[in-house]
């Protein structure tokens, strides 16, 4: 794997990304909206939901969660921008250069994942700023479900620009992620307060685990080793959507995914 490759598609990839002022609307502007709205609000419902009581703020479940269910809307914004290249026929050169695979997804992925990794950055500091977020668990743990969220959002992405066929159905398929996982994994409400039936299965989408780790380091206090298990479910769905997608998404196999 060499890095001048590396540089250069990631570079370019940047640059597109930076240019989309989407961007900046939906997973910044918007998530922080939301957050000053719903914070004080949340308060009643979150002191019930969680062990901390009266010390847990609104904003200790606000912040995360509404963190969280935008976070995931940077699956669309990746997966669209593969297939942009592919619009603009520059996804055969990629194919017809010397560059791996592993250097183009690579290359392609670490913007959108550093952009990820910045705007749930910028979340937090927003709510420890202007709101009542608090940091009261453990950093290590925080660094921990930070990187975790990142990676399946980013395995995720390279699932559906795998296995879809058109950016319309990417958009379709995000949001249905972003926001249908976002409400029944508790982005939006905790858990405990949603119908009996959602609670079932909210374990099996990954949101539930990233705002059930993210809140709890920041508002419940909770150690490293507490959220160890809630990173260790996103971690490893992050490899089993990596291998699923894996074949298809090598260079000699794109046409096939494009049919």
């Known amino acids: 794997m060499r890095l001048d490759r590396l540089a250069v598609i990631g570079g370019n990839e940047w640059r597109m990304l930076w240019k989309d002022q ?34 847990m703020s609104g904003a200790d479940f606000a912040v995360p969660g509404f963190t969280v269910m935008f976070a995931f809307f ?4 990746m ?6 290249e592919r619009g603009w026929g520059t996804w055969q050169r990629l194919r017809a250069s010397s560059a791996r695979s592993a250097e183009v997804l690579l290359g392609k992925t670490a ?20 709101l009542d977020l608090h940091l009261r668990g453990s950093v290590a ?19 559906l620009v795998a296995h879809c066929g ?37 374990y099996v989408t990954p949101q539930y685990w990233a705002v059930d780790g993210l809140s ?10 507490d959220v160890v298990p809630n990173a260790a479910v996103l971690l490893g ?20 995914v494009a049919a």
């Open 22 to 55: 989407a961007v900046v609307m939906l997973l910044i502007v918007t998530p922080a909206v939301m957050m000053g709205i719903m914070a004080d609000g949340l308060a009643p419902v979150v002191r019930e939901s969680f062990d901390a009581g009266a010390s």
């Open 74 to 77: 940077m699956t669309g914004f």
């Open 79 to 84: 997966g669209n921008g593969f297939f942009l």
């Open 111 to 130: 913007p959108y994942a550093a952009v990820s990794t910045l705007q749930i950055l910028l979340m937090l500091a927003f709510g420890w700023l202007v």
């Open 141 to 159: 743990g925080l660094v921990l479900m930070i990187v975790a969220v990142v990676a399946v959002i980013m395995a995720i992405a390279l699932f």
């Open 166 to 202: 058109s950016s319309q159905q990417i958009s379709a398929l995000t949001n249905l992620v972003g926001i249908v996982g976002g409400v029944i994994g508790g982005a939006f409400l905790p858990v405990d307060s949603l119908p009996g039936w959602t609670q079932a299965v909210a």
């Open 216 to 225: 709890g380091v920041l508002g419940a206090g909770d150690g490293l080793a």
């Open 237 to 256: 769905a992050a490899v089993v959507l990596i291998a699923l997608s894996a074949r298809r998404l090598s260079l000699t196999e794109q046409e096939r």
